[in-house]
């Protein structure tokens, strides 16, 4: 079974929709984050959460808001999205203790279209 | 300057050869490096992952850090048509929360 995964892996949705993007992890790792792939732009990173009470924006939050309900489950949310949205969008995840303590691991990835 | 830079490709090599990919990076205090293969629509796949100046390997792969030159590579040995895929660079300030990606180099193993 799969360590990180992501629901859903592909979605169409239309301009204005309010669109989720889950993220689940049986890693057992503290740290979470959220990515976005667009062609020649390479991932860049939307939000990151250290443990469940810490979230923090990363470099393009805008338009995006994310919820961590436990430590193993991380979720984001277009409110209302827009075609330059569209991307591929990657759940990580990486450990805060032990050795290779800080190799981020990523999830399966969800294809976002917007109309 | 880009933070990380990795040449974009596409560095062909033909099967059984050596692969030898290269990245560079600007922050002196960048103190993690991961190499992560990425196949066309998949995600990021984590390689290796290097610390200390000099060699590691890992059965065919072997990362090379060199920090006073601001450089890490990635030698791929005996090299395989399904190694084919699109290479990342990545540093990491250990401890916090910034990942810098490189965008890629695109690699093609030739039957």
């Known amino acids: 079974d799969a360590d990180v995964t992501q629901t859903p892996r592909n979605r169409i949705t239309k301009t204005g929709k309010r669109i989720m993007l889950e993220c689940s992890q049986t890693k057992g790792h503290d740290r979470m984050y959220w990515y976005r792939q667009d062609p020649g732009l390479g991932l860049r990173l939307i939000y990151y959460?250290?443990?469940?009470?810490?979230?923090n924006k990363g470099e393009i939050s805008d338009g995006y808001s994310v919820s961590r309900q436990a430590q193993a489950k991380f979720s984001l949310s277009l409110e209302s999205a827009i075609p330059n949205q569209t991307a591929l969008y990657f759940c990580?995840?990486?450990?805060?203790?032990?050795?290779?303590?800080?190799?981020?691991?990523f999830g399966p990835g969800t294809r976002l279209t917007v109309l | 300057q880009k933070e990380v830079e990795q040449n974009s490709g596409p560095l062909s090599v033909p099967e059984g050869a050596i692969a030898s990919l290269n990245c560079t990076y600007s922050?002196?205090?960048?103190?993690?490096f991961f190499w992560y293969r990425q196949y066309s629509g998949k995600s990021p796949e984590l390689i290796m992952s290097i610390y200390s100046n000099g060699d590691k390997e890992d059965g065919r792969f072997t990362a090379q850090l060199n920090k006073a030159s601001q450089y890490v590579s990635l030698l791929i040995r005996d090299s395989q048509p399904s190694d084919s895929a699109t290479y990342l660079c990545a540093v990491n300030k250990m401890g916090t929360y910034k990942y810098i990606f490189g965008t890629g180099t695109r690699l093609k193993v030739l039957a």
């Open positions: 959460s250290f443990d469940v009470k810490d979230i």
């Open positions: 922050d002196r205090v960048s103190q993690s």
């Open positions: 990580a995840t990486s450990d805060s203790r032990g050795e290779g303590y800080n190799e981020q691991f």
